[in-house]
């Protein structure tokens, strides 16, 4: 089985200090990991995804996270935040969980606030 | 591309009623999935289809959701008789058929807002 924690439900940060939202994971099989990011009335989009290779990762607008596998974690940081990063931002974890199937676990996601 | 469709992205109906969501995944992708999103509940997989067939719906909630896929570039999540605990938003996701690790890539449509009174 796979599960997904994220630790801080809400995330207030000021604009342009740097920020980092919180992953860790559990799973008996080797894993992908995700972060998406929702903004307001919006679908999920992809932000960045571990799937091999290095273990540090850079995603869109910024966004960069590290897999720390003794950790069982998947920080995401960014240096600097702007006021459109206010989003909710979903970690998520994947993997083969028998007969080929590749289902995504989601966090319960983190509400990031950018405040002027 | 133009992603995955969703439509409606608003539907409001009245308790009792049948609500038909529809999808068209990315072409070329092999696997569709459903899911539900509340406050309380969080993103929550209500099924999902491997090459039009479906391989797991243990998410699905009760008897009064059903999903079909009758082809490759086509889904509906029905919901009947709807009930006011229903409301939700339901997205569908897309992954690609690809031998490799990218086949755990999901790809999310817009979202359906449902809203039953």
């Keep these: ?116 | 591309d133009a992603g995955v469709i969703q439509s409606p992205r608003h539907e409001v109906t009245e308790m009792g009623q049948e609500v038909t969501l529809r999808c068209k995944p990315i072409s070329g992708h092999n696997s569709l999935f459903w899911y539900r999103q509340t406050m309380m509940r969080g993103l929550e997989l209500l099924i999902y289809f491997n090459n039009n067939v479906p391989i797991d719906d243990s998410g699905m909630p009760e008897d009064r959701f059903s999903a079909k896929m009758p082809n490759a570039s086509f889904s509906t999540l029905k919901i009947q008789p709807s009930e006011p605990r229903d409301s939700a938003v339901y997205f569908c996701a897309s992954s690609p058929r690809d031998p490799g690790s990218a086949k755990n890539i999901q790809y999310f449509g817009a979202g359906t807002r449902l809203s039953v009174l």
């Design chain 1, 1 to 116: 089985a796979q599960s997904v924690t994220q630790l801080d439900s809400q995330v207030p940060v000021f604009e342009e200090a740097p920020v980092e939202l919180r992953c860790n994971y559990s799973s008996s099989v080797s894993v992908y990991l995700f972060w998406y990011v929702q903004y307001p009335n919006q679908g999920l989009q992809l932000l960045l995804k571990y799937l091999s290779g290095s273990t540090l990762v850079k995603g869109i607008n910024g966004f960069e996270a590290e897999f720390n596998k003794s950790q069982t974690s998947f920080h995401l940081r960014k240096p600097s935040v702007h006021i459109s990063d206010t989003a909710e931002y979903f970690c998520a974890v994947s993997g083969d969980t028998g007969a080929g199937s590749y289902q995504l676990t989601f966090g319960k996601g983190t509400k990031l606030s950018v405040i002027p």
